[in-house]
């Protein structure tokens, strides 16, 4: 068994290697320059470079303010190769900075590019969540096939055995706040594969498999959130308890106060008659909350229960455009 083993993993080595090689010398052929052919050369690729707990990636990307048009899918990977054993954190991440801004590209009108300007989004790596491209905007992961996607790449060669441990963990907690903050199904996650004779992101890991996980994380982040959202409201209806009259659940205004997120009644219902026509009138208390020192972020309890406050990334980092796609779209959009 440990001979079949071995032959296996050599072969699947060995198919990979020759599968890459030949992906390789396919795009060699595309971007075969004369040598006195000028080259632009790309800015330095801007990335984030930060790695974050689950936790602090969770707070991350609910605080994220994506702009129009929002991504439409989000794409999972494996690196292959840094492995979880070679992987050494922050150089790593460097180390594939540099080798992206050496890859060389065609534009649209046929000039010849030096440098990416963006990779993927992320890395799920032994030490955490690692930003790479900026969230808020394309990356590039899947040949043809980057418009309004996300990239995230799980490290570690994932062809014979599945991810495990906290590179796991993290990718279904990674893939559960992106798909939920962005409001995609993540019934509709894709692979690389999906688009590719890629493995990636390798053939131990399956749909069937990756997502009941991920909506599991999903079912119980919103039972968490919707709890946090509760005793807020409670607080408040606490605070100022003395001014709230008792309601019959079933009243329209009772129902429709609920569903406007006031606080409760401060009067009881009053008919009165306007330009003829009867009404009955009842007071609700409303709350407004602004964050200290940032007095033009106001926001009803609705809208503060509803949306995520709106900030940029934690280095700073603002793009005045969106990254420029070495890959451009050729294809179906599945």
Known sequence: MDILKAFWRGFAGDSHSRRIRDEGRAK???????????????????IIGECLSADEFVRYVERL??????PT????????????ETWQGLSTILGMKAYYERQLWRDSQGRLHEGWTAGPHLFVAPDGIWLFSDLRYDGVG????????????????????RPSGSILENSIVALGILHERLGLDIRRLNFHRDFSNKSCP???????????????????YRQGQHQDQTLLRQSLQRMIGDLLLPTNPQAALAK???????????????????????YIVQFFAEALLVPVHQWDKVQSLKEFEQRP?????????????????PYPFEGDVR
């Not at 040598?35 to 790309?42: F, N, Q, R, W």
């Not at 303010?65 to 929002?70: A, R, S, V």
């Not at 390798?202 to 119980?220: R, Y």
């Open 28 to 46: 060699a052929s595309r971007r075969a320059a004369d040598p006195g052919e000028p080259v632009i050369k790309e800015p330095p690729m801007e």
């Open 65 to 70: 303010d994506f702009p129009d048009p929002l």
């Open 73 to 84: 899918r989000i794409f999972l990977h494996h690196t292959w190769k840094p492995t979880p």
């Open 142 to 161: 899947v040949y043809g096939h980057n418009y309004r996607s996300r990239h995230l790449e799980m490290v570690g060669d994932y062809d014979l055995v």
């Open 202 to 220: 390798g053939w131990a890991v399956t749909k069937e498999w990756i997502i009941p996980l991920v909506e599991e994380w999903i079912a119980a």
């Open 256 to 278: 429709a106060g609920v569903g406007r997120g006031l606080l409760g009644a401060i009067s009881h219902e009053v008919p009165m008659e306007i330009d003829d026509r009867g």
């Open 309 to 325: 406050a709106r900030a940029v990334s934690r280095s700073g980092l603002d793009l005045s455009a969106p990254p420029v796609d």
